[in-house]
């Protein structure tokens, strides 16, 4: 016979932190504003409350663009499928080691 617990409870904090009027300067800015939002959320919670044994500041790390700022996926040939300016980009930068390897191959 089994019953279900509940146990090894922690506290998660979510507070509003996006700077909703930041959308226009990048998403690295914008992170930036987020995690210096958190450090300050962190010091007051240390500050203010109790029998706090350690609080993290947490957060995602992924490749994004940096010619469209959106997030860097690839097609199976290795081509960027978030945008034509990644995209042409990679065959130009293709075609550039192709005469490269061309020109070491000749010699
Ligand atoms: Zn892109």
Redesign the pocket.
């Known amino acids: 016979m089994k019953k279900t617990i509940s146990e090894n409870y922690s506290v998660k904090i979510e507070a509003d932190i996006k700077p909703y009027t930041w959308r226009d300067h990048g998403r690295e800015r914008v992170a930036e504003a987020e995690r210096k939002r958190c450090e300050l959320i962190i010091e007051d919670i240390k500050r203010h409350v109790d029998n706090v044994e350690r609080v993290e500041l947490m957060c995602e790390t992924k490749d994004i ?1 940096i ?2 700022d ?1 997030d860097y996926d690839e097609y199976e040939d290795g081509r ?1 499928s ?2 034509v ?2 995209e042409d980009e990679w065959v130009k930068n293709k075609k550039a080691k192709e005469l490269t390897n061309v020109e070491v191959h000749n010699k």
């Open positions: 663009c010619l469209c959106g960027p978030c945008c300016e990644a």
